[in-house]
């Protein structure tokens, strides 16, 4: 049972993934609403895919409530 569940947690990161780069890439914008180019755009869409990933990372728990480690995190 549990491996079905990290196969469906891993099925539905994968689609997460594929779907926070245009998220990112839409959200670099600077502040009078221009798109960003070169180092500017590089640095926010890394920043924007570092708080994603820190915000996964918090979700990442067993189905007892403990955090998940080692490839089971990995999957997730």
Request: glycine share 6%; aromatic share 4%.
């Amino acid at each position: 049972m549990k491996t079905i569940v990290a196969i469906v947690f891993a099925l539905f990161s994968v689609s997460a993934v594929a779907q926070t780069s245009p998220a990112c890439e839409a959200k670099a914008v600077s502040k009078d609403g221009k798109p960003l180019a070169g180092a500017a755009k590089n640095s926010s869409i890394k920043k924007c895919q570092a708080d994603l990933k820190a915000a996964c990372e918090g979700k990442a728990l067993s189905e007892s409530g403990k955090k998940l480690s080692g490839a089971a995190k990995n999957s997730f």
